[in-house]
């Protein structure tokens, strides 16, 4: 006999348990943002730089003189409560500039480039010739071209906010607007901290590899509706996948060991870690809630953290209004154009 089903934020409460069980402690980078929000000045301080100041871990006190309070965090956490309060800050212009600059076909569809890159050749424009190609070849083409249609987005709006800082320099007045000041620090940020230049990230590597993550997700979410609720036609799918979000959006709460290692651990990894391949179908993810939606599947959490780790945020785009829900609108739109649930479901 099968277990019943679970409740649908039986996943949340599992994950957020498991985090502690790992040793780590949430911290959310909200309160941050009205901080900033209230005193745009706060974005030149010290305390921002530490962590933020208002967090948790700084509960212990100043400390000894060179030395961190009680209870603070070690630089890589202080860093990452930074970076990622900075990224959530500025994803607010990236979520306006991607709503703005989507490219739309007459029908209002998403525009997809050619992949540059992709081994298969084939032009999401040519429509016979992806309808002739196999399932997987299909999927992965579509998610190849949904992450490059990205990627230049995100270009777009990181040359936007680094000529909004280099015109307020030119003018020599002094004055700076919030995105530009945020820009700047989150730059000096990533330049100065020893957990970036490790990895070798800054602020375009960093949204590109999240928004890769991101669409891999959504076209992962899209894939499993048929495989979970077979039979259903094209606008039955896009209406389940579209209220099943919310219940998806608790893996952009986790840590990035955590997220990763709960991917691995579910079958929705790639083995090369591309977010264009197609979820296989032995993935232990994604299941039916008691109300018919998708949900996560708690059994596949697996306790990780890095050494010295204890303190996470979540992703900056968890934190900025309707960002994730965008993405899933643009697959979504583009899963209903191209006939995919028609195409998985036979």
């Known amino acids: 006999m099968s277990p019943p089903p679970s ?14 069980e790992a040793g780590l402690n949430r911290v959310s980078v ?11 000045a706060f974005l030149f301080s010290e305390e921002l730089k530490r962590g933020a100041g208002q967090c948790p871990f700084h509960a212990g006190g100043d400390g000894a003189a060179g030395q961190p309070a009680e209870g603070a965090p070690p630089q890589d956490d202080a860093d990452k409560i930074a970076v990622n309060t900075l990224l959530a ?3 607010e212009r990236l979520r306006d500039h991607i ?6 076909g007459d029908s209002g569809f998403p525009l997809l480039p ?5 081994p298969h050749g084939l032009d999401p424009a040519d429509r016979a010739a992806l309808a002739a190609a196999p399932a997987d070849v299909f999927c992965s083409v579509l998610r190849d071209a949904t992450c490059h249609l990205l990627d230049g987005l995100i ?3 990181a040359a936007d906010l680094i000529a909004e800082e280099e015109e307020f320099r030119n003018q020599g007045s002094g004055t700076i607007s919030r995105d530009a000041a945020a820009n700047f620090m989150l730059r000096t940020i990533l330049e100065e901290s020893p957990l970036y230049q490790r990895a070798g990230y800054d602020m375009l590597s960093i949204t590109k590899t999240g928004s890769h993550t991101a669409i891999h997700i959504c076209w992962a979410l899209v894939e499993a509706a048929p495989m979970l609720k077979p039979g259903l036609d094209a606008a039955a799918y896009d209406d389940l996948v579209r ?32 977010a264009v391949h ?19 599947n708690a059994e596949p959490i697996t306790r990780f953290a890095k050494p010295g780790e204890r303190f996470y945020t979540g992703c900056p785009a968890f934190y900025t209004t309707n960002l994730i829900k965008l993405y899933l609108d643009i697959v979504a739109s583009i899963a209903m154009d191209y006939g995919v649930y028609d195409r998985l479901k036979g």
């Open 7 to 20: 409740r649908s934020n039986d996943f949340a409460q599992a994950f957020a348990v498991a985090h502690g």
């Open 30 to 40: 909200a309160h941050i943002l009205q901080r900033i929000a209230a005193d745009p």
């Open 89 to 91: 800050l500025l994803f």
């Open 99 to 104: 709503a703005l600059k989507l490219p739309l």
């Open 114 to 118: 050619i992949p540059p890159r992709s």
């Open 155 to 157: 270009s777009s709006w």
């Open 243 to 274: 209220r099943s979000l919310k219940h998806i959006v608790p893996l952009s709460m986790a840590s990035l060991g955590m997220l990763v290692h709960y991917m691995e651990a579910s079958g929705i990894e790639p083995h090369d870690g591309l």
């Open 278 to 296: 197609r979820l296989p179908p032995d993935q232990t993810a994604f299941v039916l809630d008691e109300s018919g939606l998708i949900r996560l």
